[in-house]
């Protein structure tokens, strides 16, 4: 018997049976009365979030020049791209939405199961909502849930997907997001597990990208964005998608995780246990993997530890984080995604400057010799007694000039679930971003955030695209 087929007996039976189909079920049968308080609120969260980053994007390398494309191709539509405020096909503003959304690398995250959720999930039902009108607060809440549940659950039970070569966030979030796009649509069961399995169909996301620092990182979100607004929609126009798109022997489990899943975390608890609840927001815009580096990395600021005084410094990360960001920084390069996803880096920008904030990954500053210079005497390094698939853990040691050792280690993520940015910190941030990205006044960012927090009493959603702040 070959490993694959083996893999598929063992995939086989009641454990995974129909799984497909039960999931949709348990999505459709979800009701906004269902959802706690606290859930509410986090989804609420994670919309607020999500348009700041959108805004901070306005001239982040790449965004532009996708607006440009899509806008020479589409004069008018019914949905909008937020940058710009241009008209375009929902499947289109869904696009550009999302690759704004994961631009900065500043959006949401469930650490456990490395999943960027809202820069998918937020553009393509806010294109289905303008697209359709009058959808309501508490119906958007509702999708907004489902799918930011969905997506982690996926994640969990592919627990090794980046590792694999996969980028979770478009494999996961394209899927995740079409049933919660099903879902806003106000489909049955049976057309929204066509919408499932219609988005594993077009579901992509190469992590190669993020090995070579190419811009086609940040777009991804975006085309499972659009994927998922053209998998809801043509399912429900009654076009066929498998029925077998996670358990199947072509689907998610064999295909793209050979069979390394536990299907159990999938479903167990859906509706009571929530996933949404573990969601973090970020507190630097880079990739999650650096972010135990940063915060040790400001602990040794604080100490009053000098570049200069630092001969060479070592990092220690578990396996999948350092295969992420572990090689070496090249400021040659000149590349943003480079920079984000390098954690020599992103510690030497932390030492040096005692922050890391959007204008660390702008150019010039990332070409910086000082950086480069720190970055130059650091090696990121396997620590074999971390958990591989662990995100929090960080070790750094310090060789002084002095010819001391300094030794600094953390596993606690801040803006995870154990360490959690408060909601003023949030408006805050999103304050930040809409005023960095788009110049906009204090009164029309603060009107914007009340309209998110208060979502659950909106008549219709699509009056936050109209107030949605424009470049100055």
Request: proline share 4%.
């Amino acid at each position: 018997m070959s490993t694959v087929e083996a893999k598929a007996g063992a995939l086989e039976g009641a454990a995974v049976d129909g799984l497909s189909r039960k999931l949709c079920e348990a999505a459709v049968a979800l009701r906004y009365d269902d959802l706690p308080g606290d859930v509410i609120h986090t989804a609420k969260l994670l919309v607020l979030d999500t348009l700041g980053v959108i805004g901070a994007a306005n001239s982040a390398p790449g965004i532009q020049a996708l607006h440009a494309r899509l806008e020479s191709w589409e004069k008018a539509g019914s949905a909008t791209a937020l940058l710009g405020k241009r008209r375009m096909s929902p499947p289109s503003a869904a696009l550009a939405n999302g690759a704004a959304a994961h631009a900065l690398d500043f959006d949401d995250i469930h650490d456990e199961a490395r999943v960027h959720t809202s820069a998918v999930l937020l553009p393509t039902l806010l294109a289905i909502a303008e697209d359709i009108g009058s959808i309501g607060g508490r119906d958007f809440i509702l999708a907004m849930a489902v799918g930011a549940e969905i997506n982690a659950r996926l994640g969990l039970a592919c627990f090794n997907c980046l590792d694999h070569g996969w980028h979770p966030t478009m494999l996961f979030g394209v899927m995740s997001s079409a049933v919660a796009a099903a879902r806003l649509l106000k489909c049955d069961a049976a057309t929204t597990l066509g919408a499932l399995g219609f988005a594993h169909h077009l579901a992509s996301g190469s992590a190669q990208s993020i090995l070579d620092g190419a811009l086609t990182k940040r777009l991804g979100p975006g085309f499972a964005a659009r994927s998922a607004v053209m998998a809801s929609y043509l399912a429900r126009d009654g076009l066929s998608g498998p029925h077998r798109a996670i358990e199947g022997r072509a689907g998610l489990f064999l295909l793209q995780e050979r069979g390394e899943v536990i299907p159990a975390r999938l479903l167990d608890g859906f509706g009571q246990d929530w996933e949404v609840l573990k969601y973090g927001f970020k507190a630097f815009p880079c990739c999650r993997c650096c972010h135990s580096t940063i915060d040790l990395g400001l602990q040794v600021n604080r100490r009053g530890i000098k570049p200069e005084q630092v001969r060479g410094i070592r990092i220690w990360q578990p396996a999948v984080n350092f295969r992420t960001v572990g090689a070496p920084y090249e400021a040659e390069r000149d590349s943003v995604v480079h920079a984000q996803f390098n954690a020599a880096y992103c510690f030497a920008r932390a030492l040096h400057d005692g922050a890391v904030d959007l204008r660390s990954f702008q150019r010039p500053q990332i070409s910086d010799p000082a950086i480069a210079a720190i970055s130059g005497r650091t090696r990121v390094m396997l620590d074999e007694s971390m958990d591989p698939i662990a995100m929090g853990p960080a070790r750094v040691e310090l060789d002084l000039s002095s010819g001391e050792t300094l030794a600094v280690e953390s596993s606690t993520l801040l803006g995870g679930p154990d360490s959690p940015l408060s909601d003023q910190m949030l408006i805050e941030k999103f304050r930040s971003c809409l005023s960095i990205g788009l110049d906009a006044k204090r009164d029309a960012i603060d009107a914007l955030a009340d309209r998110v927090l208060h979502l659950d009493q909106a008549e219709n959603v699509a009056d936050l695209v109209s107030a949605f702040p424009a470049k100055a």
